[in-house]
């Protein structure tokens, strides 16, 4: 199923450009360009969250404990 969405000219110039580089359909490096972009931004709030977690020193105390109690489980001498 496919569906139409507005870009502008320059965007759309853009797409048939790589598709033309890479043989590759305009609708493909789209909907590549999408995931790669939803990846991005589930990674900007995990880094986030823990960024907002590591400020809590209550919170950062029970992530420590959490990894320290795991420790004697590694077997390969990182923790």
Known sequence: ???TVRVSDRTR???AAMAA???QQMQTIIDEA????ERELFWRGFE???DQLAGDPDSW???VAER???SPALRDDLG
């Open 34 to 37: 999408v995931e790669a972009y």
């Open 13 to 15: 110039q853009r797409v």
């Open 61 to 63: 105390g029970v992530v």
């Open 68 to 70: 320290s109690a795991e």
């Open 1 to 3: 199923m496919s569906t």
């Open 48 to 50: 986030q969250g823990y």
């Open 21 to 23: 580089s890479t043989g």
